[in-house]
């Protein structure tokens, strides 16, 4: 099973006054663009997951919803509330054993994304920069657990040139 961690795309900047609820807090438009590129340079390298879990935030859904249009109409979206600021690996697991052999796409929020692929690859977070938009590929082979995962691949849109 391949495991994809993405963090969601440029928003609006933390603590804007017209957003004072920070869940409402959307994309930019600019980050949204730039992001759909991302997304169609990977799925023509193969990226797609069968199930898609987001947090519940705004602008993690609308990321989700990029990665969405982009991929096969079979993929499912669900919105996890344990993909929420404070995300903690040993429920993401739980979810995603439940959906068996399939690969599965998580999008979520730093400072968790990058403290989330550390656990799953045996590294400190403190080693990892996840930028916004970027994705992360990790293979945890029969089933997900701290540690397991090997990294295959992490990209950022600027690596993708877009």
Known sequence: MILYIVRH???????????????????????????????????????????????????????????LERLDKQTTLVELPELSPGAQLEPLLDWTLQHGEQDVAWVGHAPDVGRLMAQLIGATADQID??????????????PGAGVGTLLWFVTAEMLGV
């Open 9 to 67: 795309a440029w928003a609006g900047e933390h603590g804007d006054p017209n957003y004072p609820d920070d869940a409402l807090r959307p994309l930019t438009a600019k980050g949204l663009k730039r992001f759909r590129r991302v997304v169609k340079r990977l799925a023509k390298r193969g990226f797609a997951p069968g199930s898609i879990a987001t947090s519940p935030l705004l602008r993690c859904r609308q990321t989700a919803d990029a990665l």
């Open 130 to 143: 996840f930028a916004k938009g970027a994705v992360a590929a990790i293979s945890v082979a029969d089933s």
